[in-house]
């Protein structure tokens, strides 16, 4: 049985994940990098291919920023989050749909990804901060070329 401190814990952790997407679609970058832990292994190669990497919160923000920014907009839905608490230590998992936004004169202008996510967090400070992402892409629907587009415009 979950106890009223555990309920507060994981939506908490719920949260930070769910700003996460918030701020990277409201483009607050600074605030964005304010979620993460000193340094946060991304894993996106479902999409991209290669190799996990390690960045820093400024990393994630620069890269976020100029990937994302090029957009006319994106929105990333996160949903059926779940939560599980060990310590110090979570991991919520949660199904995505991202849909991103680009005016262009050849071709659909939206691009939509749906997915999982999964981070890892832990609690320093009295803070959750993300010290993990793997997302994990499992359909795509509309013009995958907007995203090669939009890295062009930023």
Same mark, same amino acid.
């Given at each position: ?61 620069? #890269?976020?920023?100029? /990937? =994302? @920014? !090029? ?7 996160? +949903? ?5 608490? &060990? ?20 071709? #659909?202008?939206?691009? /939509? =990804? @749906? !997915? ?7 609690? +320093? ?5 993300? &010290? ?23």
């Amino acid at each position: 049985m979950e106890t009223p401190e555990s309920v507060v814990t994981k939506h908490l952790v719920a949260e930070v994940c769910t700003r996460m997407a918030v701020h990277a679609d409201r483009r607050e970058w600074e605030l964005l990098g304010g979620l993460f832990a000193d340094k946060v292994l991304l894993d996106y190669t479902s999409l991209a291919g290669g190799e996990p990497v390690e960045l820093s919160p400024r990393q994630i923000v620069d #890269a976020w920023s100029t /990937t =994302l @920014g !090029g957009y006319d907009a994106t929105q990333h839905l996160i +949903t059926n989050q779940l939560v599980d608490l &060990d310590g110090d230590r979570a991991v919520c998992t949660a199904a995505f749909q991202a849909t991103h936004r680009l005016a262009t004169p050849a071709g #659909a202008p939206l691009w /939509t =990804l @749906g !997915g999982s996510y999964r981070w890892e967090l832990t609690r +320093t400070g009295g803070r959750w901060l993300i &010290d993990t992402v793997v997302m994990t892409a499992l359909w795509g629907d509309g013009n995958q070329e907007l995203a090669g587009r939009a890295a062009d415009r930023s």
